[in-house]
């Protein structure tokens, strides 16, 4: 019986000394990849920004309440140093199907019906594909025309039916507008959320909240609590249409659609 019993405790011992060098193998190789990450700044710890490029910074912020935690990922751009583009196709797709061969990103955008069909004024390539122009009050547009960028508030300013763009679409509403908030309090309803912004210095950021906990007013209170002066936010398609995918060469992610979305705003690098 002693024998039966020295022997399981040769064998565990020998096991544990396995266990002992693989776990520390395992430590290793994973603390090695963590600098790694951290020496190419793509360790999004909360609320730092991290630099991608000379013109391309990330960030990430986290916010909780009582019941809920998540994130907002916040990607700021210089619009000199980026083309944008809008794409729609009837026969829609997720995000991660989207193909990016130059560095930088491609997100969500406009709203659209069951058949897919866009819902307010879209302009692709100076092609007009949308059937009308929803209510322009309380609406805005996003604009990219002869290599300029700009975020148009439609009350203030509304579309002529002889303007044309490169790109143009329709959104709705303005989470910020002015520099101050535009959300109600009685906005409740949670949800994924995707926005577009530009700051005071005429920056532009892209804006996704990949979880169900933020109604727009939170969204809107969250943004206004960061350090960031933001003169615009122009919310964006959200709830499971919410998605955007990065690539480049040290930071490529995918915030998944959780369903097709037939239009979507490309940026690349000039």
Do not use: C
């Not at 490529?252 to 659609?257: A, E, H, K, L, M």
């Amino acid at each position: 019986m002693r024998k039966i019993v020295l022997v399981f405790v040769i064998i565990g011992i020998i096991f544990s000394i396995g266990v002992f060098f693989l776990t520390k193998d395992q430590r290793e190789k994973s603390a090695g990849n963590v600098d790694e990450i951290e020496d190419k700044g793509l360790r999004l710890d909360n609320d730092r920004w991290y630099i991608i490029d000379d013109a391309t910074k990330i960030r990430r912020y986290e916010y909780s309440d009582e019941d809920n935690s998540g994130i907002i990922q916040l990607i700021r751009i210089d619009p000199k140093e980026y083309e944008m583009k809008i794409e729609y196709s009837s026969e829609a797709s997720y995000i991660s199907d989207k193909e990016l061969s130059d560095p930088g990103f491609v997100l969500n955008s406009g709203y659209f019906d069951k058949d897919y069909n866009p819902i307010g004024f879209l302009l692709v390539e100076n092609e007009r594909l949308d059937n009308h122009i929803s209510a322009q009050t309380e609406t805005g547009l996003v604009v990219y025309d002869e290599g300029e960028f700009e975020l148009r508030d439609l009350g203030e300013n509304p579309i002529t039916g002889s303007e044309r763009f490169d790109y143009a679409l329709q959104t709705f509403p303005f989470i910020i507008k002015s520099g101050e908030g535009n959300i109600s309090p009685n906005s409740t309803d949670k949800a994924r959320r995707t926005a577009i912004g530009v700051d005071k210095n005429g920056f532009v950021y892209i804006i996704v909240s990949p979880q169900f906990f933020l109604s727009l007013y939170d969204f809107m209170n969250e943004l206004q609590n960061t350090d960031i002066d933001f003169e615009y936010v122009l919310n964006l398609d959200g709830g499971t249409s919410t998605g955007i995918k990065y690539g480049y060469e040290n930071f490529n992610q995918i915030f998944d659609s959780l369903v097709k979305v037939p239009t979507f705003l490309r940026f690349e690098r000039n």
